[in-house]
């Protein structure tokens, strides 16, 4: 796999815009509402490009879109004519560990010298950059699903540059009690990993629930149902950081986000915390 490194060297973790990747202006985010979005395969046999194959066919509307290897990506990502989803492993100089994590990014072509120099109209966090891709492959979906809803939203206000921070969705969280969340045991931590603990500490519905849920329930845009999108490192590691997002699978809105730093006392996962910022109304 070739995916291409992107090192981040001051804490932009609330944000869309991995490291200092311009927000598109107004005449930019034109432009990619009438390009040809271009999906970046990996080199070689990857599980992501059967992943994201699927999932752009089925999902992906807002464009026209094809499918291209990162060769051709570097002789197109100049011309305004493009966009592109490209999946890139990042780092953040912040992070002594220096834990590394695969974004799934939608860029704007531009004549500028360097990938990080193009407009970044979101990137979302997929995964631990080790972790198989088969652990969050059924995912991509209802993350292409929300890409394209955040890409409408800025086209209609690109001066409400709050709307660059995956944190501008927390507005939604007052939201949350009137939706069921769907989240996989091993996403949990061990503190509230049972629906007794759950719901010594939540009063709204959650459900643990296999991966196949999620799956059904992002195809089938179950009504008034939010899914768990986690990343951060193994269990066992106590360093990184950990990623928490809720989003809608019938409206593919964002309704959570919070990142955190994993430590002993905040070990990866869901946790009391994240329940109590989670019930506010």
């Given at each position: 796999?070739?995916?291409i490194?992107?090192?981040?060297f001051f804490?932009?973790l609330?944000?869309?815009l991995?490291g200092q990747a ?6 930019e985010?034109?432009q ?6 271009c999906?970046v395969?990996e ?9 994201i ?10 464009t ?6 990162s060769s ?7 011309d305004?004519?493009?966009?592109f989803?490209?999946l ?9 560990s220096k834990?590394?994590?695969n974004?799934l990014?939608l860029?704007q072509?531009k004549?500028?010298?360097?990938m990080k120099?193009?407009?970044?109209i979101?990137a ?7 972790e198989?891709d088969l652990?969050?492959?059924?995912k991509?979906?209802?993350?292409l699903?929300?890409?394209?809803k ?14 660059r921070?995956?944190?501008y ?7 949350i009690s009137q939706?069921t969340i769907?989240?996989k045991?091993?996403?949990?931590s ?6 007794e603990?759950?719901k010594?500490?939540y009063k709204?519905r959650?459900?643990i629930?296999p ?8 195809h089938e ?12 490192p193994p ?8 990623f928490?997002?809720?989003i809608?699978t ?5 309704y ?11 070990p990866?996962?869901?946790?009391p915390?994240?329940l109590?910022?989670?019930g506010?109304?």
């Amino acid at each position: 796999m070739n995916r291409i490194p992107v090192i981040v060297f001051f804490l932009a973790l609330p944000l869309l815009l991995t490291g200092q990747a311009p927000f598109p202006n107004s005449a930019e985010i034109k432009q990619f509402i009438s390009s040809t979005t271009c999906v970046v395969l990996e080199d070689g046999t990857s599980p992501y490009n059967v992943f994201i194959r699927r999932a752009v066919e089925e999902y992906w509307t807002i464009t026209p879109y094809e499918f291209i290897s990162s060769s051709v990506f570097e002789t197109r990502r100049t011309d305004p004519a493009y966009s592109f989803i490209i999946l890139t492993e990042t780092s953040f100089d912040r992070d002594k560990s220096k834990t590394a994590y695969n974004f799934l990014n939608l860029l704007q072509g531009k004549d500028v010298g360097e990938m990080k120099l193009m407009p970044e109209i979101c990137a979302i966090p997929l995964s631990f950059a080790d972790e198989e891709d088969l652990e969050y492959g059924y995912k991509l979906g209802a993350l292409l699903l929300f890409a394209q809803k955040h890409a409408r939203m800025i086209s209609e206000a690109t001066s409400l540059t709050g709307r660059r921070s995956l944190r501008y969705y927390n507005k939604n969280i007052p939201l949350i009690s009137q939706k069921t969340i769907l989240v996989k045991q091993e996403d949990l931590s061990a503190s509230i990993n049972s629906a007794e603990k759950i719901k010594a500490l939540y009063k709204n519905r959650i459900e643990i629930v296999p991966e196949e849920a999620i799956m059904s329930a992002i195809h089938e845009k179950s009504p008034n149902t939010l899914i768990l999108h986690l990343v951060g490192p193994p269990e066992n590691d106590n360093a990184g950081y950990c990623f928490k997002m809720l989003i809608g699978t019938d409206d593919s809105e964002m309704y959570y986000y919070h990142q955190q730093l994993i430590d002993k006392a905040n070990p990866r996962g869901l946790l009391p915390a994240d329940l109590k910022r989670m019930g506010k109304t």
